[in-house]
């Protein structure tokens, strides 16, 4: 069986690319997650098609197995696609800069614009807010509320002054702010529960009696799949610059960023994650991506492998192990070592073959004592530490000597040695195949 391994790796090798078997096998697992998190479905398509070109052109990474591979493609795709072109706002030559709202009922614009007003203004701006949701009855006092929370003046109707029309309080309050000095307009607007026409109309009646330098859709990343129809309704209707997520505190998985981004090939700039105005930063794409894969943890361990493994050193024990022979102290040492370059990540070494083994003893063991293991190692002859089998008393008694510990200690490490190698040994005669030997090629 371990030969057979062993040609199943070099072929592996050899191919030096990524093989197609493996590609899709990671695919499908990708599929479920980006599905699970609420990606619509189209896009989940578009996506594992766009992976799957790419990982098929990856070279074959030493340090990776293909399935940490594929998925560490997948992360930096997502990425990429949700971060392409991140950007800030687009500030008007001559300010005022005008920013509109636009949305569903309930994705959170006026909330936004309380936050968008306050961090604007935190860098040095001086916002104005402007009222111009006059459809629901509480709308106006809503932003004044949240205005005033924020520290910035509110443009609304005056009271008394009957039913505003949007598009007029809109159209005067850039002539308020050019007064006023405002150098950044932020206009709050009127959404439905559902896409409508009326609302949608109003939308572009306002965008065309400001003309704002950037439409900002603000979709609330709990409704998933519906992100799509919504996003796009909005893109064909009144047209927007870039994407604001709402409620990212809740614990939608982020399916709709990925979508909306495709969808509507626009920029995903801020991310609302909270009731509070301070709830609020510009957006992450990395973070998301590992939102949406939810593979944070597994991310995290690639990326310390990557780093911290000898693919060499690895490669010749993973030889070592595979023949099933002469794992000897020394071996058992430097496996320690290596165990303890990654870091405390026990699951890491589920990565690496024989590693698992090693790692059971290892958990016993905590920093201070591995100097120890490996100062009582030291002080074994080579000959010891290829053959532990002659380390009898009067060996052990002169071991601890030389490595200042007692005999005790001696016998401890050479036990837990001992049963290492009998797991090894174990494992390498009843190795089930691939999927319990994640780690090499
Ligand atoms: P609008 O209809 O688009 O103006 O939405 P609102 O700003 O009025 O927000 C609708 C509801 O969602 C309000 O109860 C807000 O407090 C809440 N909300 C807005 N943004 C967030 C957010 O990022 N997280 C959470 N948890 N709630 C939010
Ligand atoms: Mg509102």
Redesign the pocket.
């Known amino acids: 069986l371990s030969d057979r391994l062993t040609t199943v790796f070099s072929s592996l090798r050899s191919k030096g690319r990524l093989s197609e078997a493996d590609i899709n096998a990671t695919a499908r697992e990708i599929r479920v997650a980006l599905l699970e998190a609420d990606v619509a479905l189209p896009v989940v398509k578009d996506f594992i098609a766009q992976i799957k070109e790419r990982a098929a052109g990856a070279e074959v990474s030493q340090a990776l197995n293909p399935a940490q591979q594929v998925v560490k493609i997948v992360n930096e795709e997502l990425i990429n696609i949700l971060g392409g072109e991140t950007r800030r706002i687009r500030f008007a030559k001559t300010p005022p800069t005008v920013l509109m709202l636009a949305g569903l009922?309930?994705a959170g614009?006026?909330?936004l614009?309380g936050k968008l007003a306050r961090w604007l203004k935190s860098e040095g701006h001086a916002p104005l807010l402007v009222a111009a949701?006059l459809q629901?009855p509480n709308?106006v006092q809503?932003?004044q509320v949240v205005g005033e929370r924020a520290g910035v003046p509110v443009f609304a109707p005056e009271p008394g002054s009957g039913v505003g029309d949007p598009v007029n309080v809109a159209r005067r309050s850039i002539e308020q702010a050019k007064h006023a000095q405002h150098d950044i307009v932020i206009i709050?607007?009127?959404?439905r529960l559902g896409v409508d026409a009326e609302m949608m109309q109003q939308a572009i009646d306002i965008r065309d009696a400001v003309t704002p330098d950037d439409i900002l859709f603000v979709v609330d990343a709990m409704v998933g799949q519906d992100a799509v129809n919504t996003a796009q309704a909005f893109m064909e209707g009144v047209g927007f610059d870039g994407v604001v997520l709402t409620k990212l505190d809740g614990d939608a998985r982020g399916g709709a960023a990925l979508s909306v981004r495709h969808v509507t090939g626009r920029p995903i700039m801020f991310a609302s994650m909270g009731e509070k105005l301070e709830d609020f930063s510009v957006f992450h794409p990395d973070r998301m991506a590992g939102r949406i894969l939810d593979m944070g943890d597994i991310l995290t361990l690639i990326e310390q492998a990557e780093q911290a493994f000898d693919a060499q050193q690895a490669e010749e024990m993973t030889q070592k192990v595979l023949k099933g022979e002469n794992f000897t102290l020394e071996d058992f040492l430097e496996q320690m070592m290596m165990i303890r370059k990654l870091g405390p990540i026990g699951n890491l070494l589920g990565m690496m073959p024989g590693m698992g083994q090693v790692r059971d003893q290892v958990s016993q063991i905590d920093d201070k004592d591995l100097d120890r293991v490996a100062a009582i190692i030291r002080s074994m002859t080579p000959g010891e530490r290829a053959n532990p089998k002659i380390i009898n008393g009067s060996r052990r008694a002169r071991i601890a000597k030389g490595s200042g510990v007692t005999v005790g200690e001696v016998n401890s490490l050479v036990t837990r040695f001992f049963d290492a190698q009998k797991m090894m040994r174990q494992m390498t005669a009843g190795m089930p195949g691939m999927p319990g030997m994640p780690g090499r090629r």
């Open positions: 009922q309930g614009k006026t909330t614009a949701d629901r709308a809503q932003l709050d607007t009127a959404g």
